[in-house]
């Protein structure tokens, strides 16, 4: 029996939204989801603080694992403060180095997560769920322990697994643009 693209198409959706005992991803998963990595960049921020640089390396090795899907396929991670050579990463080594440097091989990389974080705060513009994909826009205020902070522009995408997980596929983040 041969398939057309709309018949092939059809199962492939069937599929994937029933996943995860037939629950899509939703609204309040990917609300969870930012909330679970600013939680992490906080938590890596206070252990390198309070217990350093081993532990928050230790962290941030967990946290890349958890909720990014380098175990199951590509993340698209262009990080705000990533520069040339090395400003998208797609492994799981640049995610840590970005997060909390000391890779010979992304020597730039001084450890975003190291900068003393102590509140994540994301405002979202828009969110756009389809089946187990989902995609956020908005701001991410980052507010260090003596009260100062920083926005950047975010663009996320997840995706539920068949587990259940909701891991990032996509993380774009840049400063907003000023005139």
Do not use: C
């Not at 040339?84 to 890779?103: C, K, L, N, S, W």
Request: glycine share 10%.
């Amino acid at each position: 029996m041969k398939l057309t693209a709309t018949a092939l198409l059809a199962i492939v959706l069937a599929t994937t939204s029933a996943l995860a005992g037939g629950q899509g991803l939703t609204e309040a998963d990917i609300k969870a989801a930012q909330q679970a990595w600013g939680d992490a960049l906080v938590a890596i921020a206070v252990a390198y603080d309070t217990e350093g640089e081993e532990k928050a390396r230790a962290l941030a090795i967990e946290a890349v694992e958890r909720y990014y899907n380098h175990g199951n396929g590509k993340v698209l991670f262009k990080p705000t403060l990533a520069s040339d050579p090395h400003r998208f990463r797609t492994t799981r080594e640049g995610a840590i180095a970005y997060f909390v440097g000391g890779d010979p091989d992304f020597p730039q990389d001084e450890g975003f997560a190291l900068k003393g974080w102590r509140e994540v705060d994301v405002t979202n513009a828009a969110i756009f769920v389809d089946g187990n994909i989902g995609m956020s826009m908005g701001d991410v205020t980052i507010t260090d322990a003596d009260g100062n902070s920083v926005s950047v522009d975010k663009t996320w995408g997840f995706q539920k697994t068949e587990s259940g997980d909701v891991v990032i596929v996509l993380h774009h983040s840049s400063l907003p643009f000023t005139k």
